[in-house]
């Protein structure tokens, strides 16, 4: 069993500079909203890898890596999805070292793991979650799912776009 862990204290780890470690944690992930439907994350508590290095000039380079699955509709054709992702974020954060250095996970040398591996795994997901790459969705005219459907599916009415560029010709 891990420890889950969702905020960690930095240095409680005593680092001294140039000095690593890497901790194995249990992280706990809430559900995801998106695209106004709600994604289960699973394994609900994570199990990642987290690696600390003290840096020279003070600070730490912070790296989080971990593997999961979301689980929910697919946005394409509406059956279940659960694709999986795999995590691999970097932080730094140096007092002093200006913005683009100060880390908004870390303060005070307190990690805020949980709101981390929350981010990264946003920022890791497809603009589509999706039940498999190729799915080929609902037919826009029906709404037939065209991964059982095949490719043969089609309807007779829909006039051939070729047809409909010579109407507009007729027109003028
Ligand atoms: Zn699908
Ligand atoms: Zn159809």
Redesign the pocket.
Known sequence: MLARTDSLDLGRLRLTAGEGRRLELEVALQALDFAGESYVVTPAAVRALLDISRMTHDGYALRLRFEVAVEGP??????A?RPGFRVDAREVDRPGGGDELCSPYVSDEELDLHAWARDALALALPTQI???ED?A?LCPECGTDL?EAGPEHAHERSPDPRWAKLSELKLE
Do not use: D, F, T
């Not at 697919?74 to 059956?79: G, N, P, W």
């Open positions: 697919c946005m394409r054709c509406l059956q999805a999706v039940c498999r799915c969705g991964n």
